[in-house]
């Protein structure tokens, strides 16, 4: 998972190229209040090396987002929804796009306080069995989602990715989609 800044800066190089053309690096710094390149450059090459971006040589403005168009994932109150019974949608950029269908879910309560993760911070599932172990999994327990690593009860999913809902910066670029029309 992305730290805050990472995400932020993300989000901000997801939404230029979504709108214009991609940001250059003093672009990146100015918006998010940076005040040394070499701290936009490092978070670059930690989303190009996490497989979040691509770069184009050493062009200017040559970052793009990888694996092309995002993903459109419904938004449900509760993991034992369908996306059928969507509240919203948001597109997610990058996820898998094997088999695995994902939701969202906002974290209702503290219990992922444990793992880094706040009430109303936005949660992908992936539903489904963990690829990897050790992962943050959703299980049910008792009618109620747990965020555990235990993998021993019924899963509901895996954690996919998480977007910070508390963080102002964050939120600007992390809105979710309207159901209606889609955009």
Known sequence: MLNDQARAVYDYIRLRTETDIPPSVREICAALGMKSTSTAHRYINLLVADGYLEKSGNQNRGIRLAGGRPLRI????????????????????????????????????????????????????????????????????????????????????????????????????????????GT
């Open 74 to 181: 419904p938004v449900v109150s509760r993991l034992d929804g369908t996306p059928e019974q969507a509240e919203s949608y948001v597109a997610f950029y990058p996820l898998p796009q094997g088999d695995t269908r994902y939701v969202a879910w906002r974290m209702p309560d503290e219990t992922g306080l444990a793992y880094g993760i706040q009430p109303g911070d936005l949660l992908v599932i992936g539903l489904g069995t963990p690829p990897a172990p050790d992962m943050l999994v959703v299980c049910a327990a008792e009618g109620e989602q747990v965020l555990t690593r235990d993998t021993t009860g019924y899963c509901v999913g895996f954690v996919a990715a998480v977007w910070r809902s508390m963080l102002p910066a964050q939120k600007i670029f992390s809105e979710p989609l309207d159901k209606a029309d």
